[in-house]
């Protein structure tokens, strides 16, 4: 199994421009994950779906959007990149089984972004 | 409001000797508590997880954590450190039915020689 893999790894945007980051994941699990980390800081969760077609808002949505079409991937998208969303960008799978008992969370590799 | 303190920003340790890394937790709920390690350039790796029973757990490159309720805390422990444990090392809560994990600030760690 690869995991959960993000591309790409490194990306700079000029402000107003807009990108797709890539999230996949091949351990068939119904929960995935964006957060970020800023330097200094703990992991924000940005968004969260628990199963293809559904998706919420975590702690700090603003300036992301997300869609979640298959259980394997989750890309989140960056409309009109500014300079507060320089950070590193991690996406995460878990599984949770409909009792509700959670389970711990598996994390990409990341994806640094710099917007200038 | 769920919250995790991590009150140390950067330990440095001479190799060989003993670690204890701090954590303390505030969450209404009954918690589930993470360690996770990221190496620098490197995605968050899991270390060990309590959700349960024995209060210390054992978890993989022989590491430990404690959990006391008493005192909120999940401190990670290891008796004896190696260079390659240099690392930033995160604290993380959570709970049956909840979404997210919340993240403590981390706790970057420096072994010398």
């Known amino acids: 199994n690869a995991g959960v893999t993000q591309t790409p790894k490194f990306r700079i945007l000029k402000i107003g421009q807009s990108m797709t980051l890539q999230c996949a994941q091949d351990m068939n699990h119904n929960y995935m994950y964006w957060y970020r980390q800023d330097p200094g800081m703990g992991l924000k969760l940005i968004y969260y779906s628990v199963g293809a077609g559904i998706t919420d808002k975590g702690e700090v949505p603003n300036g992301y959007n997300v869609s979640r079409s298959t259980t394997e991937d989750f890309p989140l998208r960056l409309e009109l990149a500014a300079p507060s969303q320089t950070s590193v960008y991690f996406c995460a799978s878990s599984y949770s089984p409909a009792s509700g008992v959670y389970n711990e969370q598996f994390f990409g590799p990341g994806t640094r972004l710099t917007v200038l | 409001a769920q919250s995790v303190t991590q009150p140390d920003i950067h330990i440095t340790v001479s190799e060989g000797a003993s670690l204890e890394l701090r954590c303390n937790y505030s969450?209404?709920?009954?918690?589930?508590l993470f360690w996770y390690v990221q190496s620098p350039g490197q995605g968050l790796q899991l270390l060990l997880k309590?959700?349960?029973?024995?209060?210390l757990v054992q978890g993989i490159k022989g590491f430990e954590a404690e959990f006391k309720r008493s005192q909120s805390s999940f401190n990670l422990r290891k008796p004896s450190v190696h260079w390659s444990d240099a690392a930033e090392y995160f604290c993380a809560v959570g709970a049956a039915g909840a979404n997210n994990l919340f993240f403590g600030t981390g706790t970057r760690l420096t072994v010398i020689p």
């Open positions: 309590y959700f349960s029973g024995d209060t």
């Open positions: 969450y209404g709920a009954t918690p589930y």
